[in-house]
């Protein structure tokens, strides 16, 4: 760790000199470690010591982004002349009308000690106890467990200063038989919260009540989705759809479609990076605080997430939503929320007739079609047939092709639990899901296992 | 940087680990993103560092930094072995690794003309220029251009006494046109989908490509995908072009023939793979037409290099003999398993990450046939070009992959266009199911620069040599 001080003070001093007409810099870095097993042995076992710092200079209303990993100060001037080389050479942006200014943003916890000093060793003794609890069923464990500690710095000549240290660490446990496998995982800024051993039953127990999975069908059917499995599906109508760039684009399903109903009444999404019950972060790597921004409420389509560009255009303020300059995809909703029901899982699989319980999603792809958000991927880890309100037996793992708009439409109910899952970003975002019910969800496939 | 590196390998022998080895790696690029007649994005990164790989105790570590001091070198040393010692806790067996011999030499990738040293005002035009083109029809909502350029310098050290030095450089472009028409939207790309192809070449690789002669085309074809029938709902013969081909090798040959998926290693990520060791120079992988190499040594391809991150020399093999599965991608450490020697395929997408058997160039190898002799020969089908969306299970077995366009195939002639082309298929029943692959006319290395792996994600850089290919019996059109 740097600390805010030296970040903040050398950056200055760099920023200082800048030629550019404004100029930002942002400083991500840290240590990040992760221990990976599989058939019940460590077989990856890293550490990295790495920052990066990015730098944006304005010419007018050109832009030039360069970037180095050194904190020596002759490498960041270096990149600092690239970026405002870049900008003089470049052509001009419309959509620029500034840097962001400073403004407040909320005090957060998100740095926590026992998560920094984690060793190896002692994630491998948290490794082991799964491998032992998983041999009393002959079972084999496969996974892997990360520890970070990072620094994220966002800092411009127009008085933005902010700086946030930050820990995280994610476990992810798959128990294997010969015929099938079970999965459970956990996302958290305090590594003292890990319960491996109860992580480490749930994954056994799925795993060994889906032994010897029978063959089903494709076809229409109700399914109960597990959080991790609501989470995948949200990563991707996240990715095409809840930024700024598909709205304006109109690849977006929320495209032209604000004020709408588009799913059930029962589904509300919403982002909002300042919630501590989740993975919070307070600003964006623009340096704009973090808004609470409604997505879809009530089954009706409300909005989009912005960075600054993107909010020029469509003249209404950035909602915090930038991620780093070189980043050419847009604002992207890091801190995603799906509203709790009032049911539970288990109630879910009483009131299921004929249905399935699926613990999670394989390879999704949501590019098929994007205004309809038609997405493909198969079930795994645990995919269960639920028959007269009883789970019955594993099944084989099934591949589905089903439109979101369809499925979130068909929303019948939502648990009241919800589960932090990690996503693509998962050091400063996460999807907070609850176990959702979905009626005629449609499978076009199937494999052999 | 040789001093320290050397100073380095010396500790870790004064340490008495069983192995060791250092990379250092220093890496240029520069990206250029044109969008609606804008320059979106112009970004020059520059990244440098060493990862310290090392077997204590019979078991892995690894570390790495960005700072190449002497003295972060050896706190660096130090941590891969407490990470190892960390490791060896939960191990069965002692890692060994296959006997290679330890090479010192260099290695410096082919370029006529070094992109960095062409203007950024000079790429720019060409993208601006190629985009307006697009922009000629208002259906056109998103023209997009982009070229990415990487100078990569390597230096490998091992305790075994290995010492290889590399230069490579990469070169990629690509335009894209979305056209919008109410709720309907369009896309097509060139010279392929997902950023356009790459190759390890210089900026005469960019040349070639002819954006400007080929936008015309892109855009009229966007606008014809807006008003074009589904894709039909059968089972019939599809016809895929070979940057699709280039796809399906990637997903249903390249990855379950990765020994390290093979063997379990990635289970909790992307999961493992169908062709188990049981199956090798047994399992009628495709028919008779499929043959399909892995080569690391093709000129210019995207896969291509000197020594993979064991300091072991690049190789031509083959997986599949006519038909038949004959191999593995291989590291050190898996070959052994199958007391082979390695065949050069570990590879880290930075200093900071672990080798991983990653793809080189795998190769579908060029039949007989010309495109037009093929379509001629088909009665009925569909001809496929260029992927859109990809997915397979977590074995490699169901898979179901989508592309931009489609055409009819009727009576052996290209017929009326369809939009949102969906084909699905078991690997090995999909490969049995071909009867037709062209030939070297019509074969070509296509570079994919996103293949993702690993946990830290890596991204590796590979490519696909591929001619337009048929199959028979394929059931198309499960999109609906």
């Known amino acids: 760790m740097i600390g805010k001080d030296k970040i903040i003070s050398t950056l200055n001093d760099v920023i200082k000199k800048s030629s550019a007409d404004q100029t930002e810099a942002v400083y991500i870095g840290g240590e990040n470690a992760l221990t990976r097993y599989a058939n019940s042995i460590i077989h990856q076992n890293v550490s990295e010591t790495n920052s990066k710092i990015y730098f944006r200079a304005i010419s007018g ?22 970026a405002t080389e870049i900008a003089k ?34 994630r491998a003794e948290k490794v082991k106890k799964i491998f032992e609890n998983a041999s009393k ?29 930050l820990t995280s660490s994610f476990i992810n446990i798959v128990v294997m038989s010969d015929n099938s496998s079970g999965y459970s995982d956990f996302l958290t800024r305090d590594v003292t919260k890990i319960d491996v051993e109860s992580l480490a039953d749930v994954a056994i127990q799925k795993c060994l009540d889906s032994k010897n999975p029978k063959g089903l069908e494709p076809g229409e059917y109700d399914v109960i989705l597990e959080p991790v499995a609501v989470a995948n599906l949200i990563e991707w109508l996240n990715y095409i759809g809840f930024g700024s760039k598909p709205f304006q684009e109109k690849t977006s399903f929320l495209a032209d479609r604000i004020g709408q109903k588009i799913v ?5 999404m919403y982002d909002d990076g300042n919630d501590e019950k989740a993975i919070a972060f307070p600003f964006d790597l623009e340096g704009v605080p973090k808004k609470r921004v409604v997505i879809i409420q009530n089954g009706v389509a409300k909005g989009v997430v912005y960075d600054s560009l993107s909010a020029n255009k469509d003249k209404v303020k950035s909602t915090g939503h930038a991620l780093t300059p070189d980043f050419t995809e ?26 399935l319980l699926v613990t999670r999603f394989h390879y999704i792809n949501g590019y098929l079609d994007t205004r309809n958000a038609l997405f493909t991927g198969m079930t795994r880890d645990g995919t269960f047939l639920i028959e007269n309100g009883k789970i019955k037996h594993g099944i084989k793992n099934l591949r589905f092709t089903e439109s979101m708009l369809k499925a979130f439409s068909n929303v019948i109910e939502l648990s009241k639990d919800r589960k932090i899952v990690n996503s693509w970003w998962e050091d400063i975002g996460c999807i907070v899901c609850p176990s959702i019910f979905i009626k005629n969800f449609k499978f076009t496939g199937k494999t052999e296992f | 940087m040789e001093d320290k590196i050397k100073a380095t390998m010396d500790y870790l022998r004064k340490k008495k680990v069983d192995y060791g080895d250092i990379r250092h790696q220093k890496k240029l690029i520069e990206s250029i993103k044109v969008k609606n007649r804008n320059v979106e994005a112009i970004s020059r990164s520059e990244d440098q560092g060493f990862g310290i790989r ?33 490791s060896a806790t939960t191990k069965k067996e002692n890692v060994v690794l296959s006997e290679e011999e330890a090479l010192v030499d260099q290695y410096l990738s082919f370029c006529q003309i070094d992109p960095f040293t062409v203007s950024l005002d000079k790429k720019v035009e060409l993208l601006l220029n190629a985009t307006q083109i697009l922009l000629k029809s208002d259906k ?22 290995a010492y290889i030095t590399q230069a490579v450089l990469e070169s990629g472009a690509g335009i894209f046109a979305t056209a919008v028409e109410k709720s309907e939207v369009q896309r097509r790309s060139y010279p392929n989908s997902h950023r356009g192809d790459f190759a390890t070449r210089g900026y005469e690789f960019i040349e070639e490509m002819k954006l400007l002669e080929n936008a015309e085309k892109v855009r009229e074809e966007a606008i014809q995908l807006l008003s074009a029938d589904p894709c039909p709902d059968i089972t019939t013969t599809i016809v895929i072009s070979g940057s699709q081909m280039a796809l399906q090798v990637h997903e249903s040959c390249g990855h379950p023939t990765e020994l390290d998926r093979v063997l379990g290693t990635e289970i909790s990520l992307a999961g493992g793979s169908f062709l188990t060791l049981d199956k090798l120079n047994k399992l009628e992988y495709g028919s008779d037409k499929v043959s399909i190499t892995a080569d690391a040594t093709i000129p210019g391809g995207l896969g291509t290099f000197g020594y993979d991150d064991e300091g072991v020399k690049a190789q031509r093999v083959f997986l599949v003999k006519d038909g038949l599965f004959a191999g593995y991608l291989t590291s050190r450490e898996t070959a052994k398993v199958l007391n082979q020697k390695s065949n ?21 190898e060029p039949g007989e046939w010309d495109l037009d002799d093929l379509i001629a020969d088909t009665k009925e089908g569909i001809f496929m070009d260029m992927n859109k969306s990809w997915s397979i299970d977590d074995k490699r077995l169901n898979f179901q992959f989508g592309t931009e366009i489609a055409w009819e195939i009727k009576d052996g002639k290209l017929g009326k266009v369809y939009k949102n082309p969906v084909y699905t298929g078991m690997t090995p029943e999909f490969w049995n199911s071909c009867d037709a692959v062209c030939n070297k006319k019509f074969w070509r290395v296509w570079g994919v620069p996103n293949c993702g792996k690993g946990e830290p994600m890596q991204i590796m850089h590979v490519a696909h040599g591929a001619s337009p290919t048929r199959f028979r019996n394929i059931k198309v059109g499960v999109s609906k």
């Open chain 1, 61 to 82: 209303k050109k832009i030039g982004v360069a970037s180095t990993n050194s904190f020596e100060r002759e490498d960041l001037k270096r990149a600092l002349d690239n």
């Open chain 1, 89 to 122: 050479n470049q052509r001009e942006n419309p959509d620029f009308v500034s840097l962001p200014s400073k403004e407040s943003y909320k005090k957060i916890e998100t740095h926590f000690k026992q998560t920094a000093s984690f060793s190896p060793a002692q």
């Open chain 1, 137 to 165: 069923y002959n079972l084999s464990v496969a996974g892997s467990f990360s520890t970070s500690e990072s620094e994220i710095a966002v800092f411009n000549s127009l008085g933005v200063a902010c700086y946030q240290p």
């Open chain 1, 264 to 268: 059930s009444d029962s589904v509300t």
């Open chain 1, 330 to 355: 847009g604002a992207i909703a890091l801190n995603l929320f799906i509203d709790a029901g009032e049911s539970s899982k288990e109630k879910m699989i009483e009131k299921t007739e004929r249905g």
């Open chain 2, 54 to 86: 090392v077997v204590v105790s019979g078991a892995w570590g690894f570390a790495a930094s960005s700072i190449t001091t002497e003295a972060e070198m050896k706190r660096v040393a130090n941590r891969a072995i407490q990470i190892a010692k960390a």
């Open chain 2, 140 to 161: 056109i909502k998103v023209a997009e251009g982009s070229m990415d350029f990487y100078k990569t310098e390597k230096i490998f050290c091992s305790t075994e006494g």
């Open chain 2, 344 to 364: 050069g395929t570990m590879r880290a997408d930075g200093w900071n990450r672990i080798p991983l058997i990653r793809m080189t160039n795998i190769n579908l």
